[in-house]
């Protein structure tokens, strides 16, 4: 089977998930951490490539983040492997790479889906068990984002920095939102995102991707098609607009524009 494209649209943000080898840990220190999440703040500011939530896993990571620039999240995930293996590798005097092959991300609407996406990550740890509460797991993004502990690597995207005026309101807004937890339609429709590297959104929001991308980015229809369908196009797109303009200014951490204008 052929590989999916990546998705490469600037100021558009991602979710991205990379595992274990044969699920098998990826982590086996805190330094290990430690030095990943270094390296990952590193090459976000290199690469202009702002990281809103993150949580690293025993045997797997998930980042929320949007790259400003063409092909800026495939250089950031291509270094950070490259630097973690070695790195593994010297020392634990080891061969081979931790990684499960290629990581897998999806497109991530900049509404409601957006803020679902950072709960998603943030919950993982409850939902496997390893604590009862997100405060609990220092290897998450939710310290900064709803505690205000300080963490270099995050950046607020502006949808998070719309939900209250002040940073006290706005991180008790969000972690009631984490605490209240998401439906199981919302998280499974997440998973089958990520794991299908569709776009994660309504409608009108893959329609508006399907236009720029000319290719089909959510799910495929169950059986087989119509004569009359064989040679339509995927989706109904919307009216064509300026060539390389949205429907909407897309904006990221800090209210920057993509260009960081």
């Given amino acids: 089977m052929a590989r999916r494209p990546r998705f490469d649209l600037p100021g558009f943000p991602q979710h991205v998930v990379q595992r274990g080898n044969d699920r098998k840990p990826c982590f086996f220190a805190d330094i290990d951490r430690h030095r990943y999440l270094d390296d990952l703040r590193h090459l976000a500011l290199e ?9 690293l896993m025993t ?3 998930h980042l929320l983040l949007t790259p400003r620039q063409p092909r800026a ?3 950031l995930m291509q ?4 630097r973690y293996v070695r790195y593994v590798n010297d020392r634990y005097l080891r061969t ?3 990684w499960e092959g290629r990581y897998k991300a999806c497109l991530v609407d900049d509404d409601a889906h957006l803020l679902n996406c950072y709960r998603y990550i943030e919950l ?7 604590v009862a509460d ?7 993004s939710h310290g900064a984002n709803a505690l205000g502990k300080p963490d270099p690597l995050v950046q607020p995207h502006t949808r998070y920095l719309a939900l209250a005026g002040e940073p006290p309101q706005r991180r008790q807004t969000y972690r009631s939102l984490v605490l209240a937890g998401l439906e199981p339609a919302e998280l499974e429709r997440i998973r089958r995102a990520v794991q299908g590297q569709q776009a994660l959104g309504d409608h009108r929001f893959r329609y508006e991707i399907e236009y720029q991308l000319s290719r089909r980015v959510g799910p495929a229809p169950i059986g087989r098609p119509r004569k009359s369908q064989v040679s339509a196009k995927p989706a109904t797109a919307p009216e064509p607009e300026p060539q390389g303009k949205c429907r909407r200014n897309r904006q990221t951490a800090g209210g920057q524009s993509p260009s960081g204008a």
Avoid: E, I, K
């Avoid at 690469?47 to 949580?55: E, I, K, Q, S, T």
């Avoid at 270094?79 to 490259?82: K, S, T, V, Y």
């Fill in 47 to 55: 690469l202009d490539c702002p990281v809103h939530a993150y949580v």
């Fill in 59 to 61: 045997n797997h990571v």
């Fill in 134 to 140: 997100p405060a609990d797991y220092p290897w998450s």
């Fill in 73 to 75: 999240l495939p250089r």
């Fill in 96 to 98: 081979g790479t931790p």
């Fill in 124 to 130: 993982n740890p409850v939902r496997a068990g390893m």
């Fill in 79 to 82: 270094a950070l492997g490259r």
